[in-house]
């Protein structure tokens, strides 16, 4: 017999009946959904508005992560951020074009179809590095989509070569750039961008660059960095702002919500939270608020490597039809204390999938099918526990999280009281 539901949120009684219209939700709407803690119908709710849009398909892509430079002018300023060195720092690394290449090689043993390539504002390095970069990596793997830069790359690049945003996304697109990742969004939430001392980029500057990517044919990814000083108003204007643009354009490809990471980073530090990590429940309720808002995204994506494989196996019946791919050789997330492995094989993800009773999809950086696993057996292509070979290597985490000078960390009253 079914225990009596007694744990059901009625304020959620009008969202469901307009989830089961297809109706759009509101701010309010959202507002209550974030304040809720019916995990399980929100939840439910999610997965209907995901099915309707496709059906029992889990996608992901075997990706391989390419960073070429963890050098950039917002390290004292952006204090969320633990991947980032100064020139001189310890740990600081800007690679060749040729160590970029021999890194990118290991996409010959692995069947990878993607490269995400981002890294930081270096203060030297022109355009013509990156697209050198690009042009190299499409000789060499010409089956190999290229996801590279986010909108703050693009818009640094454009202000050091003295071009519009418009012209560095043209040229990236003539070098071979199929789409952009979604990072960097983190500009649209006033907390957020309170700690960001001297910011580069505004909310509209972020949303400016993937509307001129999407009016050239590039389609992008969005994100939002939660977990750390926001307020459930701003993660809803955040999702709004981002639904706006899929109106105008249609270009965003897939929403990515983004767990925040304390290690290594002055924020982290600042808010106490060294070695904690996002809740389970709130991970999901990102991703099923996500699906139910964001009526025009065709995808939301997990991303295992920040909430763990086990919380984004679970995600899929939240409202998530794309699980992060093989992602070798991650390092933002791993250098701000995540945890989980630094990849996980193709038969792994296949495995996750299946095990939570979906149908896996290989897709490339547009969405299109490259494999479907009908005759798929488990295991027998297991990937050695070292991962692929090729040219790796290692960073030890900042010696400090804090970036220098006597700046008082300026993050929302209230939230950090009582620092220096
Ligand atoms: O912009 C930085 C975030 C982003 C931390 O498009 C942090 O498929 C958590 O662009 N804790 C870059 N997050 C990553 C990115 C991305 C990631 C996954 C998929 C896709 C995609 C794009 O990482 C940054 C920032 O928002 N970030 N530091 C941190 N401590």
Redesign the pocket.
Known sequence: MLMPAKHIDNALSPIARKVERAERLTREDGLTLFNSSDLLTIGRLADLANQRKNGDRVCFAA?QHLNPTNVCILRNT?V????ARMPNEDGAYTRSLDEVFAEADAARDNPTREF?I?GGLHPKLSLDYYLEMFRGLKARHPDVHI?AL?A?EVAHLARIEKLSTAEVLRAMQDAGVT????????VFSPATRATIADRKLTGDEWLAVHREAHQIGLP????M?Y??VETMEERIDHLLALRGLQDETGGFL?Y?P????????E??EALGRTGTATTGFDDLKNIAVGRLVLDNIPHV?T?W??VTPFISQVALGFGCDDL?GTVVFER??H????GTPMWLSYDEIVGLIRAAGKTPVERDSLYRTVRTFEDWVPGQRAAPKEGPEGPTFHIEHRGQARGKGKRQLPVVAGVVEGLE
């Open positions: 990706n952006c969320f951020c633990s991947f995400h981002v996801k986010t703050v789409s952009l990742p979604g990072g960097g969004a983190e992008s990814n969005c994100t960095l977990g750390h897939t990515i983004l767990a925040y990471h304390p290690d290594h980073n924020l982290g994506k991303h490597p920040m992060e933002v997330y250098e701000a204390g995540a």
